[in-house]
C-alpha cells in the first residue's frame, strides 16, 4: 500500500499549487481521501475530502473558495489545486484515505487507513 504526495514547492502568495496524490495496492474507490496540513508548531487539520465516488467533497473553512479537491480513480490519484495562496496556507500536506461509504466524507483524521509522506508548500508574502 502506497500513498505519494508530490507537487508542492515554494510559490509567492497569491500564487497557485496543484498537489497530487497517487495511490497504489488497494482498492481505490473504496476510500476517501483528505489532504492534511501541518505548520510547525501547529496540529495536523484537515484541508479538504474527496469520498470514494467522488461525489462528495468538503473544504476547511480556511481554504473555502481557494481550493477545488477532486479525483481520477482511473489513475488512483487525487488532486488539490490550491489558488490565491496565503502565507497561512504554508506546511506539509499530507494525503490519506479512509474506507467509508462511497459518498462519505470527513476532516478527521481518526478513521484513516492509510497515510503517505507529506509534500511541503511554502509560500512567500
Known amino acids: 500500500v502506497q500513498l505519494q504526495a508530490s507537487g508542492g514547492g515554494l510559490v509567492q502568495a497569491g500564487g497557485s499549487l496543484k498537489l497530487s496524490c497517487a495511490a497504489s495496492g488497494f482498492t481505490f474507490d473504496w476510500y476517501a481521501v483528505v489532504w492534511f496540513r501541518q505548520a510547525p508548531g501547529k496540529e495536523r487539520e484537515g484541508v479538504s475530502c474527496?469520498?470514494?465516488?467522488?461525489?462528495?467533497?468538503l473544504y476547511a473553512d480556511s481554504v473555502k473558495g481557494r481550493v477545488t479537491i477532486s479525483r481520477d480513480n482511473a489513475k488512483n490519484t487525487v488532486y488539490l489545486q490550491m489558488n490565491s495562496l496565503k502565507p497561512e496556507d504554508a506546511g506539509v500536506y499530507y494525503c490519506?484515505?479512509?474506507?467509508?461509504?462511497?459518498?462519505?466524507?470527513?476532516?478527521?483524521?481518526?478513521?484513516?487507513?492509510?497515510w503517505g509522506k507529506g509534500t511541503q508548500v511554502t509560500v512567500s508574502s
Open positions: 474527496v469520498s470514494g465516488s467522488a461525489g462528495s467533497t
Open positions: 490519506a484515505a479512509g474506507a467509508y461509504s462511497s459518498d462519505y466524507c470527513t476532516l478527521g483524521y481518526y478513521g484513516m487507513d492509510y
